[in-house]
């Protein structure tokens, strides 16, 4: 959703375009959600269901402190996210709803955000919530310490100007069209200026571990390791909103355990339902399930293989086309995700339907077809062993195809199922040693490029320009966590996703996507697997969640 | 002569005092060792692994990491064990799993029977300063947590079966060089020694051919106890998931049993039982042994 | 035993400590990756890992980073844990009665029932019931510790039912006082349980041979002669001489016992020190590692350097150089 400040034009054409582009995107996403298969219940203000009541919930990570504000750290934000709002809120469809602010105007073609903040909201403490919370929080806090807004704001964004109490605006030196998706709870928090200010924010101990937000549940007590309890906030500014007195907060590091927790009753909500569970309690009448395609990393995720296009072995599109055809979609949807989710039949993700092109040409699984494309490239073999090289380029003759295969130790179920599967075809994958965590896996496959094949878990986002862009332009291949990692470089590709960006048509962008989709799936630089799903379970007396941040909002049990 | 002990309870807290007799392992120690129940078993179980171990490739009925099962079927005539969830038959696990372990023990072994001896007979024949130095670095090498230090340096090193054996092997020998030591130093002055060293033979040659075949029973002993907690501790990383997936162990089995618990109680049951039995194994058979040599006091 | 020897002994923890944490820290710190990304997360640019990686010291060389790590140690500052922010010590301390608390009770179980399943063994050796110890006790101590843990999972807590397998108190519970005693008790039985199942058997088997040994000798002959009744024969004169190895026994068997936490805090969600290792080590937490890591090992030395000195309190035979 990037403009480009190319040129004058009519001031109302500018403003125009900027109004129906957002609009073209809401109604294409409001047409179909990021959720898959039942039941989602959003955050309905002034919420409907019995008041009263303690709720239970399970996370899987320990949050350690609760200052959403200077991390991206998954664990701190759901131990936080009760506890503080952002600006806006993201619906189903991922568009922006009035939550601090209660309306806006964009301005200047995008370059200036208007903000009018709701009256009378009060800090859990009892202090008046102002504009200066929110400059303090952006200019002193999510600027200086929270990765993604610092990445993506610091360049752009002048100033931030505070005209009166309800009035906040944000000026950029160009029009910034993505604004409005980066401003709820989980990309920017307001935190507290009156308790943070002049203070050291990350290493000020006593704040973070009893924080003071606006939301709609109070911190309460903090056992490490254990769980974390907060109480309804009564002078919430969203009308009738809390329903529950408590909110406890269970950390379950295993996740069998959530959901054994979850059918004895001693929990309400689960976060993280495994995938063969989830296919277990789908008929239950006990339990029911809720399935998102968010993640505390991203939205619309597709776990994909990069292949190394700067390694001889990988250079012949036939090989990399080989491998694809030698992967079996389904076999990753049954016996890793267990059902939960869906193959990948695009290169962008189906979350994203108008430039999701459900026709193209994927090379699904045939292994026949792949031998013959080896076999073609050069990489013979008598009977079943591991192929050898003879006469390909690059590399000497006789040389074993050993590719190696670099994952995050989560995702071993789709190393080892690749390794099994790709030796059936004569290819060797190691998958042993390059079982990576996070530092050493960054490490090697963005700064070092030591590797052959990856599989990384790409989040699209809710519009391509947030997630895909990033994996295909040559402009984007760098030493920065999850950019192009193929190194891929086609000028093609480049001018489409250029012109992609300035389009306002949505027919016009569809079309773009499509040719886009079309050679990426010829030249096949990645290949797309599954497209994953997150599943949460609740017990069936429960009912209001969300699916993360405020996901108790507006909850209640009977 | 207390510290970390891997203890039987039969041994006492520390191998401390010599054997009575001097010249070698006595040819009667077998047939008494398999005398005692305890010792049939455990050597039986011992064998067992070896036998398995050896003969995988012919033993197992499909390659373990074959992928053509059905996913998470319980033990039935065509899959004894059950399948994981890729379909992978759990029986030909176990089986080569027998295999790692035995690679595991050998190596493990090696290194420390190496490493011990050298640096127990080093301090033992010099003495004084040596021995001092020696001692103070096998103590250091004592109080090390091995299993912290495991899991550092699996966790962050990459997972590897022989990289367990190296941390192991590297901070295990310290109370076998003890025991070597202490053998060493009260034959050192025993009227055969004198007399070898009066027939002109030369201190090395005297702590091969004399030396060392007394120390030999107690090392096996220390040594069969030490192979069991090799076995669990690889277990125990493979179940916290710090194993490696190319290599069929039964620690990975464990761990790839976890989340599977209530589901698929198989892939849980089976590898620990396969643990259990070999570990079983080793320490009867160390607990014979030191019976059948005469050590309880 | 000379006042001097323990005046060295106890000097000698130190360097001992500080050994290996030297050991622990170069580990840490030469294993491959960028420590920055555990850091900073992953959605950063060069410029903002820079501004981290220089506000936390990691682009200085090692020896300058070794330096200031031990001039940090000295005042009990082990950094700031990369992923919570919060000090490395404080979140240490924080899990360290949990773990302390699962570790007793262990040992605690383990001594109650290993001595008397020892007793019952040793009292009449080579009968069924000494036999049946002896098995029992031989299996447990050749188990993986977690199995046994799976294992109870599956055939006690599930169909029981009202014994927790998860976590230290009861979710969202605000008791106090006894209530709240009661509620740890109840969750720290079955994980305490599996834990001391490797001690008890050690403890068992030792206090059996002991007691088997005892009960053989010239003194114990003499008072059954002299009519004193049995369970006096046994409880006065024979086991308390029989009790001595097991002390250096459980000394000895800490480093098991620390590894065993690990993987039971694991298997049943206590939240202590050995959860906080596999998350620590997971996430590159290397502050939060070396500050367990020298936790360890400082018990470790610790509870050998009190064995060595109550068993050579014990038994007089013992002399040190």
């Not at chain 1, 591991?386 to 190393?415: E, H, K, M, Q, W």
């Not at chain 2, 109080?143 to 990459?158: N, Q, S, T, W």
């Not at chain 3, 106890?10 to 360097?15: A, I, M, N, R, S």
């Amino acid at each position: 959703m990037g403009l480009s400040a190319k040129g004058d034009s009519a001031v109302r054409g500018r403003i125009g375009r900027v109004v129906v582009l957002a609009a073209a995107v809401a109604f294409v996403a409001a047409a179909c959600s990021s959720t898959e298969e039942t039941s989602s219940s959003s955050t309905v203000a002034g919420g409907e269901g019995p008041r009263g009541g303690t709720l239970v919930a399970a996370t899987d990570a320990d949050p350690g402190q609760f200052n959403p504000a200077i991390t991206t750290s998954g664990s701190v934000h759901t131990g936080a996210e009760l506890i503080y709002n952002g600006l806006v809120e993201l619906d189903e469809a991922q568009q922006p709803v009035p939550e601090l602010a209660e309306s806006w105007e964009v301005l200047e073609d995008g370059a200036r955000y208007r903000f009018h903040l709701v009256e009378g909201v009060l800090w859990h403490d009892g202090t008046p919530f102002t504009s200066a919370d929110v400059k303090f929080t952006f200019e002193e806090a999510l600027l200086q310490y929270h990765s993604r807004t610092k990445s993506s704001l610091s360049g752009v964004l002048d100033r931030i100007e505070t005209p009166d109490e309800r009035t906040v605006e944000f000026v950029f030196n160009q029009p910034y069209a993505p604004l409005l998706q980066q401003l709820n709870v989980t990309e920017a928090p307001i935190i507290p200026k009156h308790i943070y200010e002049g203070t050291d924010i990350p290493n000020n101990d006593d704040a973070n571990l009893r924080p003071v937000g606006t939301g709609p549940f109070v911190f309460e007590s903090y056992t490490p390791g254990s769980e974390v309890t907060f109480t309804a906030n009564l002078n919430y500014f969203k009308e009738g909103l809390p329903l529950l007195d408590r909110v406890v907060l269970r950390i379950i590091p295993e996740d069998a355990n959530q959901v054994a927790s979850l059918e004895s009753g001693d929990i309400q909500w689960a976060f993280n339902v495994p995938g063969v569970e989830a296919r277990r309690l789908d008929g239950s009448d006990e339990i029911d399930l809720l399935r998102t395609g968010n993640n505390p990393g991203g939205a619309n995720c597709i776990m994909t293989v990069s292949y190394n296009l700067d390694r001889p072995v990988l250079a012949d599109v036939r090989v990399r086309r080989a491998i694809a055809l030698g992967l079996d979609q389904q076999r990753f949807l049954d016996n890793v995700l267990f059902g939960q989710g869906a193959v990948a039949e695009a290169p962008i993700h189906s979350g994203i339907p108008f430039a999701h092109d459900p026709d193209v040409a994927m090379p699904g699984y045939d292994p026949e077809e792949a031998g013959r494309l080896l076999d073609a490239a050069g990489w013979g073999r008598d009977g079943g062993g591991t192929r050898t090289s003879r006469g390909v380029p690059g590399v000497p003759d006789g040389t074993p195809l050993s590719i190696d295969f670099l994952y995050f130790p989560t995702f071993n179920d789709y190393a080892q199922l690749a390794a099994a599967e790709l030796a059936e075809i004569g290819v060797d994958l190691r998958i042993g040693d390059t079982a990576l965590e996070r530092d050493p896996f960054v490490q090697r496959v963005f700064v070092d490029r030591d590797f052959d094949t990856n599989v990384i878990s790409y989040c699209n986002g809710t519009d391509p320009e947030i997630g895909v862009r990033r994996m295909y332009v040559s402009s984007n291949i760098n030493t920065n966590p999850f950019s192009n990692a193929a190194a891929y470089r086609n000028p093609d590709i480049d001018r489409l996703f250029d012109e992609a960006r300035a389009e306002v048509d949505t027919a016009a962008r569809t079309d773009l996507y499509r040719q886009i989709s079309d050679i990426l799936v010829e030249d096949l630089p990645y290949y797309w697997l599954v497209e994953t799903t997150n599943v949460r379970g609740y017990r069936t007396s429960c009912s209001g969640f969300g699916p993360a941040g405020h996901f108790a909002e507006a909850a209640s049990c009977s | 002569m207390s510290d970390s002990t891997p203890a039987s309870a039969t041994a006492e807290a520390g191998v401390g005092p010599a054997l009575e007799g001097g010249a070698g392992p006595e040819p009667g120690v077998l047939r008494r060792l398999l005398r005692r129940p305890s010792g049939v078993v455990g050597c039986g179980l011992v064998a067992l692994l070896v036998v398995v171990g050896v003969a995988a490739p012919w033993l197992a009925p499909r390659d373990p990491f074959a992928i053509d099962g059905p996913s998470l079927s319980p033990p039935s005539g065509r899959y004894p064990m059950g399948t994981d969830a890729f379909g992978r038959d759990l029986f030909s696990g176990i089986v080569f799993g027998a295999r790692t372990s035995l690679l595991l023990t050998v190596l493990t072994s090696a290194l420390v029977l190496v490493i011990g001896v050298a640096v127990g007979t080093l301090a033992g024949y010099r003495g004084g300063r040596v021995d001092d130095a020696c001692m103070r670095v096998a103590e250091f090498f004592l109080v090390l947590p091995r299993f912290f230090l495991a899991i550092v340096v699996v966790a962050l090193y990459g997972p590897g079966v022989e990289r367990i054996g190296l941390v192991f092997g590297f901070t295990a020998w310290a109370l076998l060089a003890r025991v070597v030591r202490a053998e060493v130093l009260s034959l050192r002055e025993r009227e055969f020694v004198e007399a070898a060293r009066a027939g002109g033979s030369g201190g090395w040659r005297i702590v091969v051919r004399e030396i060392l075949p007394n120390a030999l029973p107690a090392a096996l002993v220390y040594l069969g106890l030490l192979l069991g907690q090799v076995l669990l501790l690889e277990a125990s990383l493979g179940f916290l998931g710090l194993s490696d997936p190319t290599a069929m162990s039964w620690g990975f089995l464990a761990g790839q049993a976890q989340p599977f618990l209530r589901v698929a109680w198989w892939m849980a049951v089976f590898p620990g039982a396969a643990i259990l039995a070999t570990v079983l194994g080793l320490n009867l058979t160390a607990d014979a042994l030191t019976e059948a040599l005469g050590r309880r006091s | 035993m000379s006042g001097r020897y323990l005046a060295w002994r106890l000097f000698l923890v130190v360097p001992t400590v500080a050994g290996i944490l030297v050991v622990g820290f170069v580990l840490v710190h030469l294993a491959p990756g960028d420590p920055v990304q555990a850091l900073a997360g992953e959605h950063g640019d060069a410029e903002y890992y820079a501004f981290m990686r220089a506000r936390f010291g990691l682009d200085q060389p090692l020896l300058a980073q070794f330096a200031t790590f031990a001039a940090n140690l000295l005042t009990g500052d082990f950094g700031r844990s990369f992923i919570q922010g919060r000090p490395a010590f404080d979140l240490v301390a924080e899990r360290l009665p949990a773990t302390l608390l699962l570790i007793s009770a262990s040992l605690a179980l383990a001594s109650v029932v290993g001595i008397a399943l020892g007793i019952v063994a040793g009292s009449r050796p080579g009968g069924v019931r000494d036999l049946a110890v002896s098995g029992t006790t031989l299996a447990l101590y050749a188990a993986p510790v977690f199995w046994i843990g799976q294992l109870v999972i599956l055939l006690v807590a599930v169909p029981v039912g009202w014994l927790p397998v998860q976590g230290m108190t009861s979710p969202g519970s605000t008791s106090t006082g006894l209530a709240h005693a009661l509620d740890v008790g109840r969750h720290l039985l079955l994980p305490a349980l599996v834990l001391a199942s490797q001690e008890v058997a050690a403890i068992a088997r030792l206090t059996r041979t002991g007691l088997a040994t005892e009960l053989a000798s010239d003194h114990v002959r003499t008072a059954r002669a002299k009519g004193v009744a049995e369970w006096q024969v046994v409880g006065r004169h024979a086991l308390r001489r029989a009790l001595l190895p097991v002390v250096t026994v459980v000394g000895g068997r800490t480093g098991h016992l620390v590894a065993g936490t690990v993987v039971i805090e694991t298997v049943f969600g206590w939240p202590g020190l050995g959860r906080l290792l596999v998350t620590s080590v997971g996430s590159g937490d290397r502050p939060v590692l070396l500050a367990i890591f020298a936790v360890a090992a400082l018990a470790v030395v610790v509870v050998n350097l009190v064995t060595d000195l109550v068993y050579v309190r014990l038994d007089p035979r013992i002399r040190y150089r």
